[in-house]
């Protein structure tokens, strides 16, 4: 309505526009789609080009669809204060009601029933993942009882919610990871009566949905420790693989949250270690003399990182960058040396090259500080700059 008001009283804006005819054209369409599916009386739509509704031919059939708008947005004013009214008559007959039945007490749902407003829709956030929440313990039966007992006398079994019991061992669940944890800490530690029996992680027959904040950064943390575990970690204690990590209390944590940390547990051994060995690695299958004549660069030539970068090679490295990347430590985005003068490449290149040479600045000698590498993509000596 207000782009056919500035077009009929030939608004500079919109007249003077280069793009008048696509502006009008979206206006329309967009106008026309509302048209169908309004249930009130409507203006006649617009379905001549838009050049022509430009022109002064047009003058008459824009103010006559004017004057049909403005009654169409006058009947929808009418229909909106008439719904209104009747809401609120509605939310007082009902706020009464409520009150004769309450006798008279003023409560919350009565006031939110009176003013028309809904009950906010309950929203709860979880985070699944796959963690262990159970512990089996090899134990025969008749020690069921003795071992239930004795879980009595262990405040971090105060989160057991079940137990379940075979022959030949007892399992027990957990609320969360984090106290599935606590308990296999102080049950590698403790000294208790059943000897060195085998211990077990169990993980839940559905997906482990956490909506506790504490669950929720337990399956954070272990997926996270899980993710950056090496495939050949190996226990500290027994040297075997198989390691997990588990989610547990701590005390004055030097490093990351004080109250919580991440140790690894290990079932073979059933000990709980702060960290992880690496395996040794197996020995290279490839004979150290075919390494030698895989060799293409000349004995004795100086690694080609120590080569120095001539100014096309970096004018080409430089063309290459991508817009929009966040800056480094010194703050000067890529876009700077990108669309900057060549006298700055020239610049740029000379202190690549004093630093490739080994140079000392003579300013700012705080600041000469980083590194250069050639990763395994780049093509030539030149190319070093790539990665």
Request: hydrophobic share 40%; aromatic share 8%; proline share 7%.
């Amino acid at each position: 309505m207000r782009l056919s008001k500035k077009v009929l009283t030939r608004d500079p804006e919109v007249v003077e526009c280069p793009h008048r005819l696509l502006r009008w054209q979206v206006a329309v369409f967009r106008l026309n789609t509302k048209l169908m599916k309004s249930k009130h009386i409507c203006p006649p739509p617009l379905h001549r080009s838009a050049a022509w509704y430009f022109g002064d031919g047009a003058k008459n059939t824009l103010s006559t669809w004017l004057d049909q708008a403005k009654v169409a947005l006058d009947v929808r004013w009418a229909a909106v204060r008439e719904a209104f009214s009747r809401a609120q008559f509605t939310n007082i007959q009902q706020a009464r009601e409520k009150l004769i039945r309450t006798g008279g007490v003023l409560d919350k749902q009565l006031l939110r029933a009176a003013l028309g407003k809904r009950q906010p829709r309950p929203r709860m956030w979880g985070v699944a993942g796959h963690v262990d929440l159970g512990a089996s313990l090899a134990i025969p039966s008749a020690q069921h009882q003795a071992l239930l007992t004795y879980l009595h006398t262990l405040p971090e079994a105060a989160d057991i919610i079940r137990v379940e019991g075979t022959n030949q061992a007892l399992a027990v669940w957990f609320r969360g990871p984090r106290a599935l944890g606590d308990f296999l800490s102080k049950w590698c530690m403790a000294d208790h009566p059943f000897g060195d029996i085998t211990v077990r992680t169990l993980k839940p027959p559905r997906t482990y949905v956490a909506i506790v904040p504490d669950d929720i950064l337990a399956v954070q943390e272990l997926h996270m420790a899980s993710e950056g575990m090496d495939t050949e970690s190996i226990c500290l204690t027994c040297r075997t693989p198989g390691v997990q990590p588990i989610s547990t209390s701590a005390l004055k944590q030097a490093c990351g949250n004080p109250k919580r940390a991440v140790r690894f547990f290990c079932a073979k051994c059933c000990s709980v270690r702060d960290d992880v060995d690496l395996a040794p690695l197996s020995p290279c299958p490839i004979p150290w003399n075919v390494w030698k004549d895989m060799r293409k660069i000349p004995k004795g030539l100086a690694p080609l990182i120590c080569r120095l970068i001539d100014f096309d090679t970096l004018e080409a490295v430089v063309s290459r960058l991508r817009n929009g990347k966040s800056t480094g430590c010194d703050g000067i985005p890529r876009e700077f040396y990108k669309y900057g003068p060549k006298l700055l490449l020239e610049l740029l290149r000379s202190a690549i090259n004093a630093y490739l040479e080994g140079a000392q600045p003579a300013e700012y000698a705080h600041e000469w500080e980083g590194a250069m590498c050639a990763g395994p993509n780049s093509k030539s000596a030149n190319g070093a700059l790539d990665d």
